[in-house]
């Protein structure tokens, strides 16, 4: 018999801990399930830049507070090189944050939770359905080679670049199933940490 949750987040990406901040302060019942190990979560590439917006929008909608220390820096003046050769201004100001202390912090505000259960280590490998409505997911532990069912209500894909559950819907569905070939490239990031001291 499969565990029973009210919503199952795939991922624990900055977006789906901040969901599941706002859903375990609701007092609903959250399954998360993410590949990593707790101490590797946030360590994916991308998701390091916020947008002023983004910024108030998670304070004022899921009252999560971005703490300034998780803030490495403030960017005012963003463009993005295009192929032609001209630039196009993002008029809008962007915060580069710490992402794998976000992540800490976040994941620390709910993990002692009653309401929240943390699969670290666990792989998807399918989708339950019910009348055509996603409501479960079949997962494996990567430690232990175990398979099982786990359904709720509500399925959140917070997976990422994977998108593992959009990619697995059906045709069907009022979402696309692959990103068109044009709008895909490939992505290499490096940070690369400066000693103050030895910055002229």
């Known amino acids: 018999m499969a565990d029973e949750f009210d919503v199952i ?26 590949l990593n190990r707790i101490k590797s979560i946030g360590e994916s590439v991308g998701g390091k830049i916020l947008t002023e917006e983004a910024v108030t929008f998670l304070k004022n909608t ?11 820096k403030k960017v005012d003046n963003t463009s993005i090189g ?13 915060y580069i944050i710490n992402k794998k202390l976000l992540s800490s912090y976040l994941l620390g505000k709910i993990i002692d939770s009653e309401n929240v259960t943390l699969l670290e280590r666990h792989n998807i490998i399918g ?6 409505l996603i409501n479960g ?14 359904k709720a209500k509500i399925v959140v ?20 199933r692959d ?18 001291e030895k910055i002229k």
């Open 82 to 94: 295009l192929i032609k050769g001209s630039e196009l201004l993002i008029g809008t100001d962007y």
């Open 137 to 150: 997911l079949k997962i494996k532990d990567m430690s232990r080679g175990i398979v099982k069912e786990v």
């Open 9 to 34: 987040i795939a991922g624990a990406s900055i977006s789906g801990l901040c969901m599941a901040n706002y859903l375990a302060n609701k007092g609903i019942k959250i399954l998360i399930v993410d």
């Open 62 to 72: 899921f009252n999560i507070r971005i703490p300034a220390k998780f803030v490495e």
């Open 127 to 132: 989708l339950l359905e019910d009348d055509r």
């Open 179 to 196: 990103i068109n070939e044009f709008d895909k490239a490939v992505v290499y990031e490096e940070i690369i940490e400066l000693n103050d």
């Open 157 to 176: 894909d917070s997976s990422g670049s994977t998108a593992f559950i959009r990619r697995k819907v059906m045709k069907n569905r009022f979402f696309p």
